[in-house]
Nanobody, 127 residues
Framework: QVQLAEAGGGSVQAGGSLRVSCTASEYTDNYVLMAWFRQAPGKEREGVACIKRGGSGVLYADSVKGRFTISQDNARNTVYLQMNSLKPEDSAMYFC????????????????????WGQGTQVTVSS
């Protein structure tokens, strides 16, 4: 199973920016999808953004559209989440996930078919 390592979380004031990254230990056809999820205390896990290897099929949750950008560096097996105009409600533990194979045009921002998960990185936005 692929190992995922997140980095880049932290604390920022509302309106600020952060970039988190996720590096996978390997790439195989079973992990063509990469995604970011988040979970705040007392809330369910929420899909934030996903990307299919090659850069196609990007999808965002409505709550982050226009503010967050997911991208990837295939040579480094790394996916990034650039978060701008952060709000206090964006505060959560952010998890990277990988999954596949996937033959749809768009990647899914839901738990299935992600099978590998990182340990998470905390993002805190203060008002």
């Amino acid at each position: 199973q692929v190992q995922l390592a997140e980095a880049g979380g932290g604390s920022v004031q509302a309106g600020g920016s952060l970039r988190v990254s996720c590096t996978a230990s390997e790439y195989t056809d079973n992990y063509v999808l990469m995604a970011w999820f988040r979970q705040a205390p007392g809330k369910e896990r929420e899909g934030v953004a996903c990307i299919k290897r090659g850069g196609s099929g990007v999808l965002y949750a409505d709550s982050v559209k226009g503010r967050f950008t997911i991208s990837q560096d295939n040579a480094r097996n790394t996916v990034y989440l650039q978060m701008n105009s952060l709000k206090p409600e964006d505060s959560a533990m952010y998890f990277c996930a990988a999954g596949g194979p996937w033959y749809g045009a768009a990647c899914p921002v839901r738990d299935y078919p992600y099978t590998s998960w990182g340990q998470g990185t905390q993002v805190t936005v203060s008002s």
